[in-house]
C-alpha cells in the first residue's frame, strides 16, 4: 500500500482533503456546526458519519443496538500490592463476563505493563507478568484488547522496546501549536511537546507491545482511544492525529470530544446514531466508533442511564451504544489528589453497581434489545458491510 512520504506531499494532501471538504455536496448533519458553537469534529468535512444496517440474515438481526463495554485499563502498578490489588479486580471482572455473557473491550495504557520488562522489584516484575497472563486469558474468553495513552510511551519502555525490535516510524508533517480547547492530554504532550514523529513512535511501538504481549503472533491491535480524550484542539490537529494513527498501523479510533473541556459544552461521543462514522478516504480511511454521550461526559456503567431508551434505533437500522468504565477505579489504595482512596465498603457498592449493570445489559440481551460485543468484532462487520455496498455499485451522496 503506497502512501505519503514527505510532508510536501502530506500537506498537499492535507489541504486536498480539507478543500474538498468544504465543497463537499454532503447534505448536512443534524450535529454540523458552522460558525457560532463548540468545535464539534464530527462535523469536520473528513468524518463522514454513517449507519449501520440491520441485516435480518445475522445473528444479530433481531436484536435494536450493539453494545461496547469498553473500559481505558490504566492501573496503579508502582508495586506489587497495586498489582495484586487490580489483579483481584481483573478477576472480578473476567467472572462477571462469563456470568453475563458480555465481554470487555480494554484500551490498554501500553505504559501499565511496562514494570512486567522494567521494575527492579522482582515480586513486581512478577505480579505484572501474572497480570499480563491475566488480560490474555481474558482475551481468549473472548474480551478485547486495543491501546490507550495519555501521552507518550514511558522513554524507558520506549528504549527496551526499541532495543528488542527496530520499527520504521512513518513520519509526515508537523502543525502549529494553536489555542487549546482539549484537556492537555494525549495529543498536546506527544505531539505539542515532542512533534509528530515522536507521537508516531509511541503509537507503533506502543501497538507494537500489546500485540506482542498480549496477542503473542496472532492479531493486531486495531484501535486507539486518546487519553484525556484529547486527539487535538482543531480540525487539523485532528487530521494529523487520524495520518497519525494511519500511520502507526491503526483503522479505529474510539473518543472524540466536543466543545471545550472544563465547560459546559464539552462532551465525549456522540448521540446513538450519530457516533460511528469513516474517517479520510482512500488508503487512509479509518473508523471511528465513539462513545455513547451522557452524564459525565459518556455512558459510565456505574452511572444512571436508560440503555433500553438508547437503543431505539431509527427502523431497520443498528445503534452502536457505547459506555466507558475504568477498572482501576476498583483498586484498592488508588488515591489521587482530587479523591482519597475508597474505603472497602465504597468498593464493594461500586462493585455491586457494576454488577448490576451487567445483570441489566444481560436482561437486555435476553430481550434482544442490545447485542453485547467487542470493538474487534463490530469493527469486521463494519468492514464486511462496506466491502459488499462498494462491491454493490455506486452509493447515494452521504449514504
Ligand atoms: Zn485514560
Same mark, same amino acid.
Given at each position: 500500500m503506497e502512501r505519503f512520504k514527505g510532508p510536501t506531499l502530506f500537506l498537499i494532501a492535507l489541504s486536498l482533503v480539507l478543500g474538498a471538504g468544504a465543497c463537499s455536496k454532503q447534505p448536512a448533519q443534524n450535529t454540523a456546526t458552522h460558525g457560532a458553537g463548540p468545535e464539534n469534529p464530527f462535523s469536520y468535512p473528513f468524518v463522514k458519519q454513517f449507519h449501520l444496517a440491520r441485516r435480518?440474515?445475522?445473528? %444479530?438481526?433481531? %436484536?435494536k443496538a450493539f453494545y461496547l463495554l469498553t473500559e481505558d485499563f490504566e492501573p496503579e502498578v508502582s508495586s506489587a500490592s497495586d498489582l495484586e490489588s487490580i489483579r483481584d479486580v481483573l478477576k472480578f471482572a473476567s467472572e462477571l463476563s462469563s456470568k453475563h455473557g458480555i465481554p470487555w473491550t480494554h484500551f490498554v495504557d501500553a505504559n501499565a505493563l511496562a514494570p512486567a520488562f522494567l521494575s527492579n522489584d522482582p515480586a513486581t516484575r512478577q505480579q505484572c507478568r501474572s497480570m499480563i497472563d491475566d488480560l490474555a486469558r481474558m482475551i481468549g474468553r473472548g474480551d478485547d484488547c486495543q491501546l490507550h495513552l495519555h501521552g507518550l510511551l514511558d522513554s524507558a519502555l520506549l528504549d527496551y522496546l526499541k532495543a528488542e525490535e527496530k520499527v520504521h516510524i512513518k513520519e509526515s508533517g508537523l502543525a502549529e501549536a494553536q489555542t487549546y480547547r482539549q484537556r492537555k492530554s494525549f495529543f498536546f504532550q506527544s505531539f505539542y511537546r515532542r512533534g509528530y514523529r515522536d507521537l508516531v513512535a509511541s503509537l507503533t511501538y506502543g501497538k507494537r507491545f500489546l500485540e506482542k504481549t498480549l496477542y503473542p503472533g496472532k492479531k493486531q491491535i486495531l484501535a486507539f482511544r486518546p487519553g484525556g480524550w484529547d486527539h487535538g484542539a482543531t480540525s487539523q490537529d485532528t487530521l494529523l492525529y487520524f495520518y497519525a494513527l494511519s500511520e502507526s498501523g491503526l483503522i479505529a479510533n474510539s473518543g472524540l470530544s466536543t466543545g471545550t473541556f472544563g465547560e459546559a459544552d464539552f462532551r465525549v461521543g456522540n448521540d446513538p446514531g450519530h457516533n460511528i462514522a469513516t474517517v479520510l478516504g482512500g488508503e487512509h480511511r479509518l473508523f471511528e466508533v465513539s462513545p455513547t454521550a451522557g452524564p459525565g461526559g459518556y455512558i459510565n456503567p456505574v452511572l444512571p442511564h436508560d440503555l433500553n431508551k438508547l437503543s431505539n434505533s431509527a427502523p431497520g437500522e443498528m445503534a452502536v451504544i457505547v459506555s466507558v468504565y475504568h477498572l482501576g477505579s476498583l483498586q484498592k489504595g488508588q488515591a489521587s489528589t482530587e479523591h482519597p482512596a475508597k474505603s472497602d465498603t465504597q468498593l464493594q457498592t461500586e462493585r455491586d453497581t457494576l454488577e448490576n449493570h451487567f445483570k441489566t445489559v444481560a436482561e437486555l440481551a435476553a430481550a434482544k434489545v442490545v447485542y453485547p460485543i467487542t470493538l474487534r468484532d463490530l469493527l469486521e462487520i463494519i468492514s464486511q458491510m462496506q466491502e459488499a455496498e462498494a462491491s454493490a455499485g455506486p452509493r447515494q451522496p452521504g449514504g
Open positions: 435480518a440474515d445475522k445473528p %444479530y438481526g433481531s %436484536y
